[in-house]
């Protein structure tokens, strides 16, 4: 089935039928529209997979979604143009230009996390480029799955794109395909067998993964609008199931009870007394997950250092937003990415050892800086080497169109988000054009030290030696 598809696609897109700007901008209004008619459904989907709150899923995933859309076809024309470039003396007279091509056909392996978003971004852009595209999305998330599988056929060309759901099994079919490039958004674990197998075919690779963000938070704040924004940014996004959400917080020892004295009381204004109860967070995807998050606090080590929530509700897949204090460096909480509502604090006695601290460990997907301190922003931007860093809020980042979403070592290959993804699954072709005048006789054997002295001239850009290339110089004998 799969190399069938593969085929397919791939016999769809030699006839030219993705390339014109006409069919991108079918594509793309016709999701715009599916997005707008479905949203009830979409927000359904999200709900049955993660209990996701209505508001969230139109925030984080539909309205962002649609405004891919939008951005991509308000920009798809310019996108498209060749970029004229200078000619070197050295091809005169010529011109010369970048021309955007399609890569081919492409393949989109999505996450369960944003199910819906992190699904149709990547596939947005594919369209933008005018390739032939399929969608795996995850089985995590078994009905936003089957919602794509159900409404892409509907409004967009079912001979150019197409959605393939399953699990394991069905994933490693479509890997041992050749495509002409992998987007694929998840963990690092899966990303090293993604890219293993892309390398068979000398496939080309975007990897999304993850990491620990870091936050480092400073006294010098306004801490009740850092505390919201820290907190809003972890429990309110997938109840810390998402890859830019806050893993842990850095701070110093003196500063660090008044802020978890400022977390308990804007936790409670959020989720209430009893945060297992609250509409407003999601729960944990599935069983597995669940138990996995569970194991983390079940640490005698670990759960001795929750200064905040603790709670968990195995029925309902729920964890209560936790707050834990210096939790020892070796355990699973400190040493892998957490994904999930526990948000240990870290102390230090300078918040200027924050920088070393997180340079010590592995590239993250977002960094975070809270502070009024000029020199220390300096430093942070300076200095740590993250996907994307954010000063005084949290994840706001990617909703900027115009900056690029993608990780850096082992969060991640490639960007993408508005142009950017156009350009992810886009070659730039180098196009050289000559006419059959301005020959050069230096160029050409036998060569003499007459010839050396002209070639070396109009590669150092003289004019002089330019002059007489074009007269024939050195004149051929005949």
Not at 32 to 60: F, N
Request: with cysteine.
């Amino acid at each position: 089935m799969a190399a069938t598809l593969a085929q397919d696609l791939r016999g769809s897109f030699r006839t030219g039928r993705t390339r014109p700007a006409e069919w991108r901008t079918t594509q793309l209004k016709a999701l715009v529209r599916m997005i707008e008619e479905k949203e009830d459904d979409i927000s359904d989907a999200l709900h049955a997979d993660l209990a996701k709150p209505r508001m969230e899923s139109y925030l984080h995933e539909i309205s962002l979604a649609k405004g891919a859309c939008v951005f991509a076809l308000k920009g798809l024309k310019t996108w498209m143009k060749p970029d004229k470039v200078p000619a070197a003396i050295t091809t005169f007279p010529s011109t010369a230009q970048i021309l955007p091509e399609p890569l081919g056909v492409v393949l989109v392996i999505s996450a369960w996390n944003y199910p819906f978003l992190l699904s149709i971004d990547p596939v947005i852009g594919a369209i933008a480029a005018g390739n032939a595209v399929v969608l795996k999305p995850s089985e995590v998330a078994p009905a936003t799955s089957s919602l794509f599988a159900k409404l892409l056929p509907e409004y967009v060309d079912n001979s150019c794109i197409k959605v393939v759901e399953g699990g394991v099994t069905e994933t490693t079919a479509l890997l041992d395909q050749k495509w002409d490039k992998i987007f694929y958004t998840g963990n690092g674990h899966i990303g090293r067998i993604v890219m293993a197998a892309a390398a068979k075919h000398l496939t080309p690779v975007a990897l999304e993964l993850g990491g620990k963000c870091p936050v480092i938070v400073d006294s010098n704040i306004d801490l009740h609008v850092a505390v919201k924004r820290i907190a809003v940014g972890k429990w309110g996004c997938n109840n810390g199931q998402a890859c830019i959400a806050p893993d842990y917080i850095i701070t110093t020892k003196a500063f660090a009870a008044e802020l978890v004295d400022s977390l308990k009381r804007v936790l409670v204004r959020f989720y209430g007394e009893d945060p297992l109860q609250s509409e407003d967070l999601s729960r944990i995807v599935n069983a597995s997950h669940f138990h996995r998050l569970a194991t983390l606090l079940e640490d005698k080590e670990v759960a001795a250092k929750i200064v905040l929530g603790g709670q968990i509700d195995q029925k309902l897949l729920k964890i209560a937003p936790t707050v834990l204090v210096d939790a020892p460096p070796d355990s699973r909480l400190m040493t892998g990415e957490i994904f999930g509502p526990m948000l240990p604090i870290v102390t230090v006695e300078n918040i200027e050892e924050s920088i070393e601290h997180i340079n010590a460990g592995a590239k993250p997907l977002a960094a975070y800086l809270f502070t009024k301190n000029k020199r220390l922003q300096e430093d942070f931007v300076t200095n740590i080497s993250a996907g994307g860093l954010l000063v005084n809020d949290v994840a706001l980042h990617l909703t900027n169109p115009h900056l690029p979403f993608g990780g850096v070592g082992d969060s991640g290959i490639g960007s993408y988000h508005g142009k950017f993804t156009f350009d992810c699954f886009t070659h730039r072709k180098a196009v050289l054009i000559r006419g059959f005048g301005g020959e050069a006789n230096a160029r050409y054997p036998p060569y003499t030290p007459e010839k050396q002295r002209i070639l070396r001239g109009l590669i150092k850009g003289s004019f002089f030696a330019l002059l007489l290339a074009l007269l024939g110089f050195p004149r051929e004998k005949r």
